[in-house]
């Protein structure tokens, strides 16, 4: 069972970097041969009175380039994840359009810090599957 704190370094381990207490950001390589990145954001999570969550969410594109009932018909029974908004601010802190993302959460309790291979794949499943829908737009 992982807590926040063994997250928050395996993420620092992985060349990640704390963007507030509860959100990391990771730029990973998510094609050898060109060295493309895809940006994942992890973000923790708790629902009272002692639920803890991960979120994992990687842009698609800003909402503004895409029509999101076309992207929703075409790609929104993925297996990986789920289609979301994910809000930008500009530098008033006033809301901007924003991005479509694809998102998983999922207990931390569920992770094993001991062996944190299988969670390193799956946060690069998901940042693979987030630049396949993009390219496909």
């Not at 041969?33 to 994992?56: G, K």
């Amino acid at each position: 069972m992982a807590t926040w704190v063994e997250i928050a370094a395996l993420g620092r381990q992985l060349g990640g970097e704390a963007l507030t207490d509860e959100m990391l950001i990771l730029e990973l390589i998510v094609d050898s041969n060109s060295l493309d990145r895809q940006n994942v954001y992890v973000m923790y999570e708790v629902m009272p009175p002692d639920m803890a969550f991960l979120r994992l969410t990687s842009a698609i594109a800003p909402l503004a380039r895409v029509n999101v009932a076309d992207v929703i018909r075409r790609f929104g029974d993925l297996q990986v994840g789920s289609l979301t908004h994910i809000p930008t601010y500009n530098d008033n802190g006033r809301a901007q359009d924003g991005a479509l993302g694809l998102t998983t959460t999922f207990p931390i309790q569920l992770i094993d810090v001991s062996d944190s291979s299988r969670f390193i794949l799956f946060i690069h499943i998901l940042a693979n599957a987030a630049r396949l829908v993009s390219r496909q737009l």
